[in-house]
């Protein structure tokens, strides 16, 4: 069982900078791939980037390619999104999900549906 709190969302202008944080609970963070997706009001969840179990791959949605950037720490057992040059149409509830070693596959980390755990969410905002 894993447990996931995202932090760090908030309101920025375009063309700032924002750093998410998702915190997990539970010994085995490092058996999990982690992503991020966003849920835009009426519309679908979609992919943003995913970080692999050891931090050494790191994948993104195309949007976003360039700007964010997915980083892990699997000894404090947190997930960061650093977000920058971020525009209006980044706005969005940011969600971060774990992924369990056992269901990858490739091209698995695009999917809602192979991830395990989610977190609540944290609002960002982008004003222009």
């Known amino acids: 069982q894993v447990a996931l709190v995202e932090s760090g969302g908030g309101l920025v202008q375009a063309g700032g900078s924002l750093r998410l944080s998702c915190a997990a609970s539970?010994?085995?963070?490092?058996?999990?791939?982690m992503g991020w997706f966003r849920q835009a009001p009426g519309k679908e969840r979609r992919f943003v980037a995913a970080i692999d179990w050891s931090g050494g791959s790191t994948y993104y949605a195309e949007s976003v390619n360039g700007r964010f950037s997915i980083s892990r720490d699997n000894a404090k057992n947190t997930v960061y999104l650093q977000m920058n040059s971020l525009t209006p149409e980044d706005t969005s509830i940011y969600y971060c999900?774990?992924?369990?070693?056992?269901?990858?596959?490739?091209?698995?980390?695009?999917?809602?549906?192979?991830?395990?755990?989610w977190g609540q969410g944290t609002q960002v905002t982008v004003s222009s």
């Open positions: 999900a774990a992924q369990a070693r056992e269901k990858y596959y490739s091209g698995s980390y695009y999917h809602t549906q192979e991830y395990d755990y």
């Open positions: 539970g010994r085995t963070f490092s058996s999990y791939a």
